[in-house]
Every structure is written in structure tokens, then in C-alpha cells.
């Protein structure tokens, strides 16, 4: 599910725009959520602090409280796998956009072929959600950058109160949750303990009888409860 959040103040500008998305997703066959506001105020960022996956942010660059750059640098300081495209009557502050190096997809303008270039930019993110590559996140000021591919498994250390995410090179001990860390993966990552999710793709046994995981660089884990072993053993 793609959730599309867009803010604009001229209402006529932002009901033509959610017309594009609509008929945009209906296209490419998207299932999707439109959120509309007509400024930045504490709906817009209730949003923002949600964990709703695959957002899209369409954001006017002026509203009578707020610019939508400020906004931008609100949301990345979050979050730094949304898509976010500005749209804008001010083609003169691309540059400063670019100043602020808020990692945003297009910056268009409302003037200039508005539905060719808006309907191409989506099309764009609907590419980069669907690469789960790599996930991104903060914590305690420190930014995690990790390729999913090199993940094993990630389980949760109640004596520490850590989360804990395995790969072939490193032990990323974060404060974030388990379910928080899992809600950013795709549905390679299972359930194999209530404290533990695998990369199906990683693993290469699984020891019934032992409750053993074998994954492909030969390491072993033991996490594998009665509750989820037949699910895991089907894949």
C-alpha cells in the first residue's frame, strides 16, 4: 500500500493533483491512500510521525504557516526513505532547495506541464519503494545504513533492552524495536520465535529436531519455537 500525502493551499491546485495521483495509480494498478491538507499543521505531521509504510510526500513549497522546505528537513530528520516531491508556482527556489540537500525526488513546477512531469516523478518513486535495498534509520543520533541482502536474522536482547540485527560482517545493537525494524522489511524476513525473524532467502537448513538454523555463510542459530517451525520449514 502506497500512502500519498500531499499539502497544498490553493485548494483548486490541490484537487487537480490528487485527479493525477488518482488517475496515476489507477494506471499502474497501485493500491493507495491519499492524505490531503491544506497546510502544515498537526494532522499534516501526525502523519508524518506515523509508521505507515511506502509514503509519498507532495509538498507545496508555501502555505500561509510553513515552507514546505522546513517541512522537508522536519521529515527527513525522521525519516530518510519517504519520497518527497515539491511542487511550486516558485520556480526561482529550486536553488535553494538544493542547498538544503533534503534528498527529494523533482522539484515542479505547477506551470510547467504539471501532469506529464508529476505523473513521471511518481512513477519514479513507485521504483525506489519497491527497492528495498538497503533500510535506512536513526537512532540515538547515529544513522544506520544496511544492505538487506546481508541481514540474517534480527532478534531482540531483553537483558539489554536491545534490538539486535545480524549480518555476515557486523552485530547492530539499536534501541528501536523489533517491530519497528521488521515493519521496514519486506516478507523475506519471517517468524521463526517471538523474539526472532529470519531472511528466508539466507538460510539454507532448518534442524527439526534440534530446532537448529542453518543459514548460507554457515553460521547457527537456535531460535526456532513450536509455534512458527511449520510455517518456517514450508519455505
Do not use: W
Not at 500531499?6 to 493500491?31: G, P, S, Y
Not at 526561482?92 to 506551470?111: A, H, M, Q, R, T
Not at 531482540?156 to 539486535?164: L, Y
Not at 528466508?200 to 537448529?212: E, H, P, T
Amino acid at each position: 500500500m502506497i500512502n500519498i500525502i500531499l499539502c497544498d493551499d490553493n485548494e483548486k491546485d490541490r484537487n487537480i493533483i490528487a485527479r493525477i495521483v488518482k488517475e496515476c495509480m489507477c494506471k499502474n494498478k497501485k493500491e493507495y491512500n491519499i492524505f490531503t491538507f491544506n497546510d502544515y499543521d498537526k494532522n499534516f505531521y501526525s502523519k508524518v510521525e506515523s509508521k505507515m509504510p511506502s509514503k509519498i510526500y507532495l509538498l507545496d513549497i508555501a502555505t500561509p504557516t510553513k515552507s514546505g522546505i522546513d517541512v522537508a528537513r522536519d521529515i527527513r530528520r525522521k525519516d530518510v526513505d519517504s519520497v518527497i516531491i515539491f511542487l511550486t508556482v516558485h520556480e526561482e527556489l529550486g536553488s535553494l532547495i538544493l542547498k538544503n540537500d533534503l534528498l527529494f525526488l523533482s522539484f515542479i513546477n505547477k506551470f510547467d506541464n504539471l501532469e506529464k512531469r508529476l505523473t513521471k516523478s511518481l512513477e519514479k518513486a513507485f521504483d525506489l519503494l519497491n527497492k528495498k535495498n538497503t533500510i535506512r534509520f536513526l537512532d540515538r543520533n547515529i544513522l544506520y545504513t544496511i544492505n538487506v541482502n546481508d541481514i540474517l536474522y534480527i532478534t531482540k536482547d531483553s537483558f539489554e533492552r536491545k534490538t539486535i540485527i545480524k549480518t555476515d560482517y557486523s552485530e547492530f545493537k539499536v534501541s528501536k524495536s523489533l517491530t519497528y525494524i521488521i515493519e521496514m522489511l519486506d516478507d523475506r524476513f519471517v517468524q521463526t520465535h517471538r523474539a526472532c525473524y529470519i531472511n528466508s532467502d539466507r538460510k539454507v537448513m532448518i534442524d527439526k529436531a534440534n530446532k537448529i538454523i542453518t543459514f548460507d555463510n554457515g553460521e547457527t542459530i537456535d531460535l526456532l519455537s513450536d509455534k512458527y517451525k511449520k510455517k518456517v520449514c514450508k519455505i
